[in-house]
């Protein structure tokens, strides 16, 4: 190789870029949050080989429970990467997500009958 | 006129050495010899000696101001990088990805700005790179990027002072196909490796195609030697990719494709193939190496499902620094010093390798099928396993469990800490 000493160059930046990565998707199916916990159902060693490193990676690691967070930042990608792969994962049916206490906050009836049951309770 | 010019140089002259005319006659005598040397090279046209010098400056003023502008790419790239992994809504994110491509295409303009003037684009890093990784690293810096699709690619690398320009080498080509394909079609990556231990990357697109005249024409091109010429100035990727291809001895040549559409296959030589040992794509092997240990440890006795994982986290970290990740991390759970051996032996390689990480291609097909008992065959048989060895290794086995245990503690007392921290915070 030939290195000329005018032309090193810092490379600080990755060549693969996180876009390339989700196909450019930055959007998930499922809401997806930092918090949020995965698993997978049924491990197959098959579907593990086929997967790209990083959704691969992230298969591998929920064989236990994991949040979104941990895997994150265990794997060392950024966490509008992993949400993409999770959820494309999940339209699979590779793994499972785990509801959560926010998963809910959506839900008016529910947030409405521990509203009812609250009220009763103090009257 | 060569004699009329000479005859005029020579007047000049004699009106030098003429003392009494010098100071009358030295600003024509200036403007005689200008003109003269003005004359002299219309007539020989120009200098052979002069024009690949005055080329020379300018490759390196502009491969120098390419690199300028490199060094502002990365760190712009890197900044984007940084607000990429904070951004938490997918709208701001999105627009982040477009800039990010934005900077990564023009990364790779200024990259095969230096490629054509001769100079080494840089930033190459000593690591190797998984192929896959090298196959997205030049998927990233193209334009239709999203209709790239990876196929089959063995878990294999690229040497690290090729990885980047192989990478560069596919982005050419990428952007070629998904240019003359329809928007809507998908352009297809796979690689295999031949019985040589060369690796054979295709780039498949499904466009109309090219006529044969034309894609034989375009071959010749891609096999003959790099020079500049007006063609280059058309197919500026094709320039590139010639440049590149005879930097690292690759071969490029593009082929009709069935159907319909073509086929480029670009093939590595066996010595810019290594082993995979990049940290990111090195998950599996990681992971697979790993795996064993969760029962062992989960069996011994007081080691609870919380300390377990803990463990594995810390080795799984600890290998993305070695080079030989997956020795690293399987040398404490191997149970037998037979195995220990084996594992010794089949490291032997990758370590003894002189500067530059090269392998056999027998031992890279070894690798290719996954036969690590292929090797502890292969080193049985071939070592027969002297009596030290096996003593030194089960010694060196003992130790690294000596250590394990030492570091299992440690981070279960650090887990400890960890909870105490935590119930006081809550307190």
């Known amino acids: ?123 | 006129m060569v004699s009329r010019v000479w005859d005029m140089l020579e007047r000049s002259r004699r009106s030098l050495r003429d003392g009494a005319a010098r100071q009358r006659l030295e600003g024509s005598t200036r403007q005689l010899l200008q003109r003269s040397r003005d004359t002299v090279a219309q007539i020989i046209g120009p200098a052979p000696s002069r024009e690949p010098s005055s080329q020379d400056v300018l490759a390196g003023v502009c491969s120098s101001v390419a690199l300028r502008d490199l060094n502002l790419v990365d760190s712009l790239l890197e900044q984007l990088e940084q607000m990429e992994s904070e951004e938490d809504d997918p709208e701001s994110l999105d627009r982040l990805y477009r800039l990010d491509h934005l900077a990564t295409r023009l990364r790779r303009n200024g990259e095969n700005l230096r490629v054509l003037a001769g100079r080494d684009a840089g930033g190459t890093k000593p690591e190797t790179a998984s192929l896959v990784d090298v196959i997205r690293a030049g998927m990233s810096s193209i334009e239709h990027y999203s209709r790239v699709e990876i196929g089959r690619v063995p878990e294999l690398g690229v040497v690290g002072f090729a990885a980047d320009d192989v990478s560069r080498l596919l982005a050419e080509l990428l952007d070629n196909a998904t240019a003359h394909s329809p928007p809507n079609s998908s352009v297809t990556v796979s690689a295999h490796l031949t019985e040589q231990g060369s690796m054979m990357v295709r780039v498949e697109d499904a466009g109309i195609g090219l006529p044969a005249a034309r894609l034989s024409a375009l071959n010749e091109r891609l096999a003959s030697a790099p020079v500049l010429d007006r063609d280059a100035v058309r197919h500026m990727g094709l320039a590139v990719v010639r440049r590149l291809s005879s930097r690292h001895g690759i071969r490029v040549w593009l082929a009709r494709r069935a159907p319909h559409g073509t086929t480029a296959s670009v093939l590595l030589p066996d010595s810019l193939v290594h082993e995979n040992v990049s940290p990111r794509g090195g998950s599996q092997r990681r992971s697979e190496t790993v795996e064993p240990a969760i029962p062992d440890m989960r069996s011994s006795p007081g080691s609870g499902e919380s300390s377990t994982s803990v463990g594995v986290e810390h080795r799984s970290s600890g290998t993305e620094s070695g080079l030989d990740a997956p020795s690293v991390a399987a040398e404490p759970v191997w149970p037998s010093e037979e195995q220990a051996a084996a594992q010794r032996n089949h490291q032997q390689p990758a370590t003894t390798a002189n500067g530059l990480p090269r392998r056999v291609s027998r031992s890279l097909k070894e690798s290719a099928s996954g036969g690590r008992g292929q090797a502890a065959a292969a080193s049985t048989s071939e070592g027969d396993g002297t009596e030290r060895d096996i003593r030194e290794s089960h010694q060196r086995l003992l130790a690294d469990l000596g250590d394990f245990t030492a570091g299992e503690q440690e981070a279960r007392q650090g887990q400890h800490n960890d909870n105490d921290d935590a119930e006081r915070s809550q307190q």
């Open chain 1, 1 to 123: 190789m030939v290195t000329n000493s005018q032309t090193q160059r810092e490379n600080r930046s990755s060549r693969v870029r996180p876009y390339a990565l989700t196909h450019g998707r930055t959007r998930t199916r499922y809401p997806l949050l930092v918090e949020t916990m995965i698993s997978v159902p049924d491990y197959d060693t098959e579907f593990s080989r086929k997967l790209l490193p990083e959704s691969r990676a992230v298969y591998e690691h929920a064989r236990s429970p994991v949040s979104l967070a941990e895997l994150s930042a265990s794997l060392d990608i950024s966490l509008g990467v992993i949400r993409v792969l999770v959820s494309d994962l999940a339209t699979e049916g590779a793994i499972v997500i785990h509801p959560t206490g926010q998963a809910y906050s959506y839900d008016h009836n529910i947030l409405e009958r521990i509203l009812d049951g609250l009220n009763k309770l103090s009257a």
